[in-house]
């Protein structure tokens, strides 16, 4: 009995030493559910590995861990989800930048006035201090600012797949010709219009961003006292970790401090119940299912009685096939909702997918919501509503997983009704998303784990993973100064060889002269 004592005790000592438990300090003023969710599973997986994490956010946990420090952001701003309608969406249409760094960006570092984030600027703790920042990289750039003045290593997320705006101020090499723009529908075989207008629209995005988000540091001299540009505050990212995985979202070259963790929430050992009259539900729908979600913002009961109608007969034309429909407000929704429709205010969405009776999933193409459809091996259409969405569905139709109905606009009853009976009786759909499924999740680690491990080398060993791109220039980093030499050295000696053979050919046509005379 001694022996076993003994043996468990050296285990556990032998456990804890493994890792050396490090202060984190976690600044995410985005209030979008789809962006928080990753951010949550990364900060509670560094808590449970044994890490006291402080993590400033406007979401509480349901589970509490003891090494899990949650300070909620209290403000005016008010939360997206479940908040936002039909007349809302049209605001979002399109790439404006100015709009995007204003809203997601200069508005949120005021936030850093908020009396518990400037206690941390004016009173940082000591005993023990901070080892690590981490904030997300959208467009509220000056949380870079905490690392420096902290003088601890910074890492930042990206809760979407790579932003082009920031490759040149992270030394991600400008792979334009095969790499299409977040805000593209190109695939990675582009044509020459394709890629020159990818190669624009790329440099429009990094100079836009750049303009618009520069503003900020003036409310870094404010709140931190510090003169600097957010240009220079990017130079001290130790680590990046991107939402991409390149089965989904194709090849790229990236530095060795940008890290691909693509579907770090996701889990096999996903514990979060189905509500029972949902899972009874799942389990009586012997010819299927359909589940249909606009994400954690869009309220479908928002949009016109024409759209709902065309969603009520087409749902009512696969039956017995039944549907799940995500309905915030159910006293807003239209009536005479079919008989084979269930909607709840808010479903567990992994367990739903997981289920074996769904057969599709309807959705507006949100990059969380359709990672998740492929990691539970389930075909969609698409119905992309704003942002990043349109690009998300054509990049699946591409593989064959997914059908596209083009925009909320473009939704035609013949046109649902067809893509619902081509992915409930076309088993090509299947085939190919159970495939991709299985190359999402072959993996020589989880996500999560692999995050880890890079957060934890960076608090080790500094910007050891910084690439040297980012401290070079321009025209120093494209080599313009190198093919500009090169090219100088050619002329000149082009024109030396002319002029050589001009002086040869001139003296050779005198002698000749001379000879006849």
Known sequence: MRLVVLFSLAFI????????????LGLFPINGKSHWVMIEALMRGLAERGHQVDVFTFFKTKNQHTNYNEILITDNIGSPVNNVTATDILRFTGVNIAHLAQVAGYSLCELIDNPKIKNIIANPPKDPPYDLVIVELF???CYLAFGRHLKVPTVGLMTSPFHDWNSHLLGTPNEAAYVPNIFSSF?????????????????????????HTNKQSELVKKYFNMDTTITDLFKELSLVLVNSHHSLHGIRSFPQSVIEVGGLHLSNNNTDPLQPEVQKWLDDSKDGCIYFTFGSMVRIETFSKELMEIFYKS????????VLMKVAKKEDLLPGLPKNVMTQSWFSQIPVLKHKNIRGFITHGGLMGTTESI?????????PLFGDQKVN????????????????QEVTEEKLTNALKAILNDPSYMTNVKKLSETFNDRSEPALSKAMY???YV?????ILQSPAIFMPWWQRNLFDVYGSVALVLILVILIIYYIIKFVWKFVTRKNQQKVE
């Open 454 to 456: 890079w957060v934890e």
């Open 393 to 408: 569905i054509q990049n699946y139709v591409k593989r064959n997983v997914a059908i596209s109905l083009g925009s909320i």
């Open 13 to 24: 000592i032998c456990q804890s030493s493994m890792i050396d438990g490090y202060r984190i």
């Open 139 to 141: 467009a509220a750039h």
């Open 315 to 322: 749902f009512e034309k696969i039956a017995p096939t039944r």
């Open 375 to 383: 990691f539970c091996g389930v075909p969609m259409i698409g119905i």
């Open 187 to 211: 695939s990675q075989n582009m044509t020459f219009v394709e890629r020159l207008t990818n190669t624009l629209m790329i440099h429009y995005l990094q100079m836009q961003m750049d303009y």
């Open 459 to 463: 608090v080790k060993h500094k910007n």
